[in-house]
Antibody, heavy 128, light 113 residues
Framework: QVQLVQSGAEVKKPGASVRLSCKTS????????IHWVRQALGQGLQWMGT????????TYAQKLQGRVAMTRDTSTSTVYMELSSLRTDDTAIYYC?????????????????????WGQGSLVTVSS | DIVMTQSPDSLAVSLGERATIHCKSSQSVLYSSNNQNYLAWYQQKPGQSPKLLIYWASARESGVPDRFSGSGSGTDFTLTISSLQAEDVAVYYC?????????FGQGTKVEIK
């Protein structure tokens, strides 16, 4: 299975941007999709979007469109998630996770299947 | 968006007893082309990242104890812990990967009675 190691905690002011990293190891970078999921403290899980590391193609949650960008560096097997125009309600733990690529017959939507490996999470605090 | 609704929000079960969590989707997540339900279950223990338990609604992830089982089809799904152990105290989430955005249930907290 893939191991994912995320960058450390960040403290940002409202209106700023944050860039988180998710470094993968243990399997080919092109064998899976990477998703980002966030969790406000004490709350549930919110899907943010996905990137296909081999193609670089992305799909984002509509609620975050225009504020989120996911990129990858294939030379270091690292995926990045940048969230801009931060608000206090963006305070959360941000997780990256892998999803297996599904065969053509099973691929309904982009992003592969279930989330089978998760990073340790990165806490982002947005406060003035 | 597909809304995933779990019930109950929390439950307390005695050690060794059965725990049952329900998940209902606002539209079917059964894909007719391959007859698979695009539904997964995750376990999140306090202070930890979520962990995959079940995918395709009933396929157990490697290494997951067989006391965990998933069932259901279409819009109604169930996660069953056949004999609750102390280490099963956690919040459990269902998630659909049938449509974008991928959505999660609100979570069900399982505690020891």
């Amino acid at each position: 299975q893939v191991q994912l190691v995320q960058s450390g905690a960040e403290v940002k002011k409202p209106g700023a941007s944050v860039r988180l990293s998710c470094k993968t190891s243990g399997d080919s970078f092109s064998a899976y999709h990477i998703h980002w999921v966030r969790q406000a403290l004490g709350q549930g899980l919110q899907w943010m979007g996905t990137i296909n590391p081999s193609a670089g193609s992305t799909t984002y949650a509509q609620k975050l469109q225009g504020r989120v960008a996911m990129t990858r560096d294939t030379s270091t097997s690292t995926v990045y998630m940048e969230l801009s125009s931060l608000r206090t309600d963006d305070t959360a733990i941000y997780y990256c996770a892998t999803a297996p690529k599904l065969g053509l017959a099973a691929s309904r939507i982009t992003g592969g299947g279930w989330l089978d490996s998760w990073g340790q999470g990165s806490l982002v605090t947005v406060s003035s | 968006d597909i809304v995933m609704t779990q019930s109950p929000d929390s439950l307390a079960v005695s050690l060794g007893e059965r725990a049952t969590i329900h998940c209902k989707s606002s539209q079917s997540v059964l894909y007719s082309s391959n007859n698979q339900n695009y539904l997964a279950w995750y376990q999140q223990k306090p202070g930890q990242s979520p962990k995959l338990l079940i995918y395709w609604a009933s396929a157990r992830e490697s290494g997951v104890p067989d006391r965990f089982s998933g069932s259901g089809s279409g819009t109604d799904f169930t996660l069953t812990i056949s004999s609750l152990q102390a280490e099963d105290v956690a919040v459990y989430y269902c998630q659909q990967y049938y449509n974008v955005p991928r959505t999660f249930g609100q979570g069900t907290k399982v505690e020891i009675k």
